[in-house]
Nanobody, 119 residues
């Protein structure tokens, strides 16, 4: 089993920054890619960013490129999401997820961390 624990959420003013962390534990040796998603009540969960575990490939939602940066620390089994120039519309619960292969869906999810951006 894989456990994912997010941290770093909170309340920030518009224009501010936050860095989310997601620590993975358990059977992480088969990690292919880790990603961040977010969800607002009443809306579908949306993709934010992802990073491959064994190369430098990163992926972003087009609307977030330039403001959000995903990175990883393989030694700590941790992935980060640096969020800059935050906007009220970035308010959501942010989830970390892990997939074991290129074609597999994201099978493992964290519990989520709330990010609230005040105007």
């Amino acid at each position: 089993q894989v456990q994912l624990v997010e941290s770093g959420g909170g309340l920030v003013q518009a224009g501010g920054s936050l860095r989310l962390s997601c620590a993975a534990s358990g059977r992480t040796f088969s990690t292919y890619r880790m990603g961040w998603f977010r969800q607002v009540p009443g809306k579908e969960r949306e993709f934010v960013a992802a990073i491959n575990w064994s190369d430098d490939n990163t992926y972003y939602a087009d609307s977030l490129k330039g403001r959000f940066t995903i990175s990883r620390d393989n030694a700590k089994n941790t992935v980060y999401l640096q969020m800059n120039r935050l906007k009220p519309e970035d308010t959501a619960v942010y989830y970390c997820a892990l997939k074991a292969t290129h074609i597999a869906p994201y099978q493992h999810w964290g519990q989520g961390t709330q990010v609230t951006v005040s105007s």
